[in-house]
């Protein structure tokens, strides 16, 4: 009876992530797709978690039902690559609208999909590990539909600014590997991305020794403000000297802002180095650093 369960359970979930394919495959160039990270409740869910908060229709607060929103560019533009961002809020906020709209429509034109993560916070999660649940997640989900999404499953990045930055550095540092033994076909898959873009990493609790950097960590592309009360440079500078294949960029003025798509300051030019890195460096790291 139970083995007939388990099959019966494993079969559900195949059907589901099919569904999810077929869904999906529908919005290329179209408008995006919002998706759950997880099939019911997510692993350390919080009972009682309340009600989602959002104010300014852009930023999302007490986040139980972590979600994905699937940007792709017409199939024929696509060029295979594709980024899991991941946006700031000091782990208690996820500023994902605001930030998600302007990368999307600038990604989209280059010809890379864009996936908008909206991880959980704390409150109501009682730590951050649950945001670092979500992004691998998403990670594997990505990785898992790439084929069905026009994406090719060796070229996805992950990119974050701030608390996001700091969420993408412990993923891209830590456990990335897949569960063969699983019966979620998506928990199989590995979460590794190619590499990883950090704009104003903020540091949290957290120094750079606290990082597992080696050689084999993702190449990594870093941007900082020396205004940046928030996020300090030494600490982005720490990142990319323990890291073996690393481009740093520091500008002098724009505080924790500074790198944002429409804003009139010199960091407003990060989207541009970033994907001109992907492009030139990213796949093909030089032996020392940069």
Known sequence: ???????AAAIMKCLALLLVAALVGSVEGAQPLTLPLWEGSPPGSIANAGVEKAFNDVTAMNVSVPAMTVYLPPRE???????????????????????????????LAQGIS?????????????????????????MRIVKHQAKEWNIDPTRIGMLGGSAGAHLILRLATSEQQGHPESDDLVERVDCRPAFVGLLCPWPGKSKV?????????PPMFLCSARDDTVAPTDFAQGIASASAHARLW???????AAFRLGNQGEGAQWAARFTDWIKQSAFNPPTIKR
């Open 1 to 7: 009876m139970l083995i007939q369960q388990l099959q």
């Open 209 to 217: 020794s606290d990082f597992a950097i080696t050689g084999d960590t």
């Open 250 to 256: 520091i500008i002098d003025k724009g505080g924790h």
């Open 114 to 138: 864009l996936i908008v993560v909206k991880y959980r916070t704390a409150p109501p999660s009682s730590d951050w590990d649950a945001a670092l649940s979500d992004a691998r997640r998403a």
């Open 77 to 107: 533009k696509a060029t295979g690559l594709a980024i899991v961002y991941c946006s700031g809020g000091s782990y208690n906020k996820v500023s994902h609208v605001s930030d998600a709209v302007g990368n999307a429509d600038y990604f």
